[in-house]
C-alpha cells in the first residue's frame, strides 16, 4: 500500500499569514493527489485534484503543486473561514490512500 | 446539481451488521463510482472501498475484506455500504464520495452517516 504522511500534524497562523502544507507518498503516485478540507462535524471539501487543478468554486487564494512523491498546498492571505483540517489523498493505486491531516488553526 | 444524501445514524450492537444507503442526483448515475470513507471520533480519514455504477466493479481496503461489501442499485440511483461483525471500533463517520476510481478523484460528498456499535 502507498502510505501518505503530511506535515506539520498542525500549525498556527494570523488572518493574511501564507501557509504551505507537505504531502508525501511512500511510492511515486504521479500527479494523482486531490486535497480536502473539512470543517468540525462536516463532510469534507475538495479543494485541488490532479496535484494543481483547483477545483470550481474554490478561492484562488488555495494552490497546489507537486509530482512524483512530494506535494505541497499552499494558502495566501489566510481568511478566517480557512481555519480547519486538510488532507491530502492519492488515487495512483488502491488503496486510495489518505494522509493523516493537517489541523490549521488561530494563532 | 449533484447531491449524495445519506440514510440516518445507525446504533448497532457488537456482531451485527449495518447498511448504509446514499442516494445520488443530478447527474448521470452509471457515469460515476463511489468511495466510501470513515472517520473515528477525533481520527483522520480512512479510505474503506470503491464501487462502478457502470459495471458493478469494486475495490476494497485489505483490513475489511470478508466483512464489507460496496453495491449500486441503478434503477433508484443509490450506492450501498454494508458491514458485518461490527465492533467497537467501527464507531465512525461514513461517507460516500462520488468518485471515478483510480487516476481520478473524489469531487462530492455525501453527508456522513453516524454508526456507533455499542452493546
Known amino acids: 500500500d502507498i502510505q501518505m504522511t503530511q506535515s506539520p500534524s498542525s500549525l498556527s497562523a494570523s488572518v493574511g499569514d501564507s501557509v504551505t502544507v507537505t504531502c508525501r507518498a511512500s511510492?511515486?503516485?504521479?500527479?494523482?493527489v486531490s486535497w480536502f478540507q473539512q470543517k468540525s462535524g462536516n463532510a469534507p471539501k475538495l479543494l485541488i485534484y490532479d496535484a494543481s487543478t483547483l477545483q470550481s468554486d474554490v478561492p484562488s487564494r488555495f494552490s497546489g503543486s507537486g509530482s512524483g512523491t512530494e506535494f505541497t498546498l499552499a494558502i495566501s492571505g489566510l481568511q478566517p473561514e480557512d481555519f480547519a483540517h486538510y488532507y491530502c489523498?492519492?488515487?495512483?493505486?488502491?488503496?486510495?490512500?489518505f494522509g493523516p491531516g493537517t489541523k490549521v488553526d488561530v494563532k | 446539481q449533484v447531491q449524495l444524501v445519506q440514510s440516518g445514524t445507525e446504533v448497532k450492537q457488537p456482531g451485527a451488521s449495518v447498511k448504509v444507503s446514499c442516494q445520488a442526483s443530478g447527474y448521470i448515475f452509471n457515469t460515476y463510482g463511489f468511495s466510501w470513507v470513515r472517520q473515528a471520533p477525533g481520527q483522520g480519514l480512512e479510505w474503506m472501498a470503491w464501487?462502478?455504477?457502470?459495471?458493478?466493479?469494486?475495490l476494497y481496503a485489505q483490513k475489511m475484506r470478508g466483512r464489507l461489501s460496496v453495491s449500486t442499485d441503478a434503477s433508484t440511483g443509490t450506492a450501498y455500504m454494508e458491514m458485518s461483525d461490527l465492533r467497537a471500533d467501527d464507531t465512525a463517520v461514513y461517507y460516500c464520495?462520488?468518485?471515478?476510481?483510480?487516476?481520478?478523484?473524489?469531487?462530492?460528498w455525501g453527508q456522513g452517516t453516524q454508526v456507533i456499535v455499542s452493546s
Open positions: 464501487v462502478s455504477a457502470y459495471n458493478g466493479n469494486t
Open positions: 464520495a462520488r468518485d471515478r476510481g483510480s487516476a481520478w478523484h473524489i469531487d462530492y
Open positions: 511510492h511515486y503516485v504521479g500527479n494523482f
Open positions: 489523498q492519492q488515487s495512483f493505486s488502491d488503496p486510495f490512500t
